[in-house]
């Protein structure tokens, strides 16, 4: 739906891990998306481990957080989702982490309260772990 201040109809909002280490760095991150070539970063929002939520882009611009999937959608992630030893898909969010994201999306749903919020592979096709938890069950108090 659209919202006064998005001239973009919203969808989703999508829950993501930026699939590094924990002790990966906005800086890491952005070069990523440089190396990666895109033009626009990944996620709209990304959530340190302390807490902070980040914005790397604007919601009324299109972000490239799933393939096919990025005109209507607004992308949050959380730094880390993979074991910093073993490099597996790991849920690994700090608490401070799962606050910031369930006090962002909370604010996401107050502005687009017909958005779906679900993780990266509730999408259908999806073969990535992303973001390492079940978002829909968890965010589902506000899914309606
Ligand atoms: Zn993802």
Redesign the pocket.
């Known amino acids: 739906m659209k919202s006064s201040t998005n001239p973009r109809t919203i969808n989703y909002i999508v829950v ?1 891990c930026t699939a590094g280490r924990t002790t990966q760095t906005l800086a890491d991150l952005r070069r990523e998306f440089r190396q990666k070539g895109w033009q626009a970063p990944g996620y709209h929002y990304v959530v340190t481990r302390d807490g902070h939520v980040e914005r790397l882009l604007g919601e009324d611009k299109v972000a490239n ?1 799933v393939k096919g999937h990025n005109h209507d959608a607004i992308h949050i992630a959380y730094i880390g989702g993979i074991n910093d030893r073993t490099l597996q898909p790991e849920d690994n969010r700090t608490p401070y982490q799962k606050r910031a994201l369930a006090d962002q999306l909370r604010l996401l749903h107050l502005i687009y309260p017909r958005a779906v919020i679900q993780g ?1 592979r509730d999408f259908a096709g999806v073969k ?1 772990a ?2 390492c938890f079940d978002a829909k069950r968890e965010y589902s108090y506000l899914n309606r």
């Open positions: 993501h957080g990266h990535k992303c973001p």
